[in-house]
């Protein structure tokens, strides 16, 4: 969205801020300027002159030397230009000596301009330049009276008979502007027009809000007599506006007009296409003009496409409508893309008599789908998308109408067709300004925020106390939004600052969160990095891992619309996210890499999906180089201390993962549940993913952990009385597990066993071949007493009678 300064002044005829401070004070009373562009900061010292007379130049046959009037009291100057399509008594821009023009004629404009000075050409004296219309930084397309090659010329146009020699040039042409850029939110549709901007202006600066006085046009005649109007998709068409104008007389637009519509960016062309662009852009409603020769029936029909029609459009191409496509058509045919294009079967040409003027208000959400569907774009377009206010669209055609009449540009027929049956009427919101104090934390009395809510149209009603809200204000719709309005005209930056009132406790983190925290920081407390990898993968992911046909993991759920086959399935296991990171740091010489995740999995409820699929968490860790199967069980420990997990977790080496080494894997299990696995990666594996180093994972299901999690610790003192420790050293089979001996310590152990630590373990030569030898060292203590040799001797019996039942014995 872009405005001139001049057009929004035009409307607040007391504004007198520089492009700064409007820049300041709008973005803080919430219309966001982006930024602005100061059309003649380039330009400098530039007038209007006038050539007395021309002689050839004595050396040069495409130079010409101008004696050039440039003060009103008769002063001249002597120019020198090679400017073709000059002649003796023509007014033009002339830029003096020490002056600056915009430079570049191919349109890459010198940043700051350039200074023009005194000096010979061809040995004659120049003090100055004539200037086309590209050197004072526009074009033609924006200034259709300009020359295409050449100098401006003034008196080419009646417009400027009355110009002064000697003058301000660049104000005489409409360039002394400053064009802002807002950044709009959608709720705010009504600032998408000039008169909006202009009301927020007004209210801003607390200056009075001037908008144009519509008045009633239109000669004795009905419009009806004319046309008439069938709405058959009143969803989709909440209102439709159609006036008559005859004895068109297409000509140019008056200079102001097409000033301000170059300044918004918009090409004028004639009077009526420039109309409906002026009137676009000052009420934010987009209209159209239909030549009413071709308008069949002389009747509209606004009505959904049909299924396989086609349709040109103005600019000439061919396009395939469908019923979610509104249309505008007459008795016979279609004749427009509603709140899209016209068509060219009944657009507007030199040889028009009578034209239809449409104002309407369509849905928003299906402009933007057809326009999506139809792959057309238009200014109109973007404006319906917004979703317009439909009381708009009567008074933009009037203003459109009394434009028309006083540009000369056809005689309005009286009256209008206007179908609209569901009226949108004003809303109404209760307002209590003691509640907007308390939630600004201010102490505005309740007049001073009437008079904001008067600045921007909302009125009040004092036997209810209820704002009334206009229907074009679609976004004030309870008491937080009228807090809004009186925050940001009172100014932001006036709130003072107060403590929160009220009886909330102090938030914190979710129990969930709490153990996901301490995941990471045990993670990066052993050295490993967060990584964050895909949800989506591809169904080949299953065979690199070596998983079988018919296994659950391979229960997916599928994408509908897949950026491709490798991102086409929701991940149900996490390793193939990080092996593939593996891969990459292994393969870019990375030394001794470990990796984290935690990230979801998401596992079907059933085939076909019905219903959402199980999101559970996972926390994956990986690694390689330095370290190994035990040091990555050693990590997952000191996570499930850290969780209150300590004392029920137990391995089961036959975790039967294809993905993992034989040998060198298990299932974590705790307190009789399987809560995730860990071990070495299969060879064949590490083979698929490039990987040429021993590598393990570990893999903990973050459901099964938050649920089974506690911080309930309970605290004991210094004992009192010292520690008794006796070491024992076994001889065993090598498929007895450790923590199969250490149940038997905790089970035995009773009340004095304190703690118990693996110290060495032993297979070779001094031990026959199938065994294998471990020590343990194991502490207790009493609470009350000093314990005597007895009753560790009792206690350790009791141990070694429950590892005999294991075929486990002594070592001499």
């Known amino acids: 969205m872009n405005t001139p300064l001049s057009w929004i002044k035009a409307y607040v005829p007391d504004l007198d801020v520089t492009a700064q401070e409007y820049t300041d004070a709008m973005t803080l009373s919430g219309s966001k300027v982006e930024g602005f562009e100061q059309l003649d900061a380039d330009l400098d010292k530039i007038i209007v002159g006038k050539i007395l007379k021309i002689e050839k130049h004595p050396d040069a046959d495409k130079l010409i030397i101008c004696q050039v009037q440039v003060t009103k009291d008769g002063e001249t100057v002597q120019i020198v230009t090679g400017a073709p399509n000059v002649k003796e008594g023509d007014v033009i821009p002339v830029v003096l000596d020490g002056g600056r023009v915009a430079g570049g004629h191919d349109g890459n404009m010198t940043p700051g301009g350039i200074k023009i000075k005194k000096g010979k050409l061809r040995g004659v004296e120049s003090n100055g330049m004539m200037c086309s219309i590209e050197e004072l930084g526009s074009s033609r397309e924006f200034y259709p009276d300009a020359p295409e090659e050449g100098i401006f010329i003034f008196n080419a146009n009646p417009e ?26 959608s709720n705010r549709v009504d600032c998408f027009g000039v008169l909006g901007i202009a009301r927020e202006a007004a209210a ?10 519509v008045k009633e046009t239109g000669n004795s005649e009905k419009a009806s007599d004319y046309i008439s109007v069938e709405v058959q998709d009143n969803d989709l068409c909440t209102r439709y506006v159609a006036r ?125 789908l057809s326009g999506k569907k139809l792959g057309l774009r238009t200014d109109a377009a973007a404006k319906f998308e917004k979703g317009l206010d439909p009381n708009t669209a009567m008074e933009a055609m009037n203003r459109a109408c009394q434009l028309i009449e006083e540009l000369g540009a056809g005689e309005v027929v009286g009256g209008a067709v206007d179908v609209y049956d569901n009226v949108r009427q004003p809303r109404r919101v209760p307002f209590s300004w003691e509640r907007t104090n308390k939630i600004l934390g201010t102490n505005i009395d309740k007049a001073t925020m009437l008079s904001y809510f008067k600045k921007i149209d909302l009125d009040f009603d004092e036997t209810t106390n209820e704002v009334i809200v206009p229907s074009w204000r679609q976004d004030v719709v309870s008491q937080a939004d009228l807090d809004e309005e009186v925050a940001r005209f009172y100014g932001y930056d006036n709130i003072p600052t107060t403590l929160p009132t009220g009886e909330a406790t102090t938030g914190k983190l979710s129990f969930k969160l709490r153990i996901e925290n301490i995941a990471r920081d045990m993670a990066e407390q052993f050295g490993f990095n967060e990584g964050m990898t895909y949800s ?25 619309n897949p950026l491709g086959e490798d991102y086409s399935i929701m991940r149900t296991i996490s390793l193939n996210g990080m092996l593939t990171s593996l891969s990459t740091n292994y393969n870019r010489r990375n030394k001794d890499v470990r990796l984290y995740e935690l990230a979801n999995i998401y596992i079907p409820k059933g085939l076909p999906v019905t219903e959402l699929p199980d999101e559970r968490m996972q926390f994956t860790l990986g690694m390689y180089g330095a370290g190994d199967f035990f040091d990555l069980k050693g990590v997952i420990e000191e996570f499930l201390e850290k969780a209150g997990m300590k004392n029920l977790v137990t391995y089961d080496p036959k975790a039967g993962k294809t993905f993992l080494h034989p040998g060198r894997q298990a299932n974590i299990i705790y307190d009789g549940t399987v809560i995730g696995y860990l071990g070495e990666v299969h060879p064949d594996v590490l083979d698929n993913y490039e990987i040429g180093d021993k590598a393990y994972v570990a893999v903990l299901d973050m459901p099964e952990i938050v649920s089974r999690a506690t911080f309930d610790v309970k605290y004991r003192g210094i004992a009192k009385y010292p520690a008794v420790t006796r070491d024992i050293s076994m001889l065993m089979k090598k498929d007895i597990l450790a923590g199969d001996v250490e149940a038997v310590i905790r089970k035995n152990g009773g009340h004095l ?60």
Request: hydrophobic share 40%; proline share 4%.
């Open 160 to 185: 400027y008979d009355n110009i002064e020699i000697g003058s301000n040039a660049i104000k005489a042409l409409g360039l002394d502007d400053v064009v802002f850029e807002y950044e709009i939110t």
């Open 204 to 213: 801003t600066f607390r200056k009075e809000f001037c908008p144009p006085v």
């Open 244 to 368: 008559v104008v005859k004895n068109i007389k297409l000509a140019p637009s008056p200079l102001w007009m097409q000033r301000r519509l170059a300044a918004c960016g918009i090409r004028p062309i004639n009077n009526l296409v420039d109309i409906t662009n002026y009137v676009m852009e000052e009420y934010s409603q987009p209209m159209h003009a239909y030549d009413l020769e071709h308008v069949a029936g002389n009747k509209i029909i606004v009505r959904r496409g049909k299924e396989g029609e086609e349709f040109q459009t103005l600019d000439g191409q061919v396009r395939k409508i469908d019923d979610s496509i509104l249309m505008i058509c007459d008795a016979e045919k279609p004749i427009g893309i509603a709140g899209i294009m016209g068509g060219d079967n009944s657009k507007i040409t030199d040889n028009v008599k009578t034209l239809l003027f449409e104002a309407a208000c369509f849905d928003g959400t299906n402009i933007r």
């Open 536 to 560: 989506f993968e591809s169904p080949k992911v299953f065979d690199k891992l070596l998983i079988p046909i018919g296994d659950k993991l391979r229960e997916t759920v599928v994408i509908s």
């Open 753 to 812: 066993l304190e703690n118990y630590h693996l110290f060495d373990i032993y297979e070779g030569a001094q031990i026959k071949e199938g065994y294998k030898s471990m020590a343990y060292s194991i502490s207790f203590r009493a609470k009350d007493r000093t314990l005597e040799d007895k009753d560790v001797t009792e206690v350790m019996d009791k141990i070694l009678n429950g590892l005999r039942k294991l075929g486990i014995e002594l070592r001499q």
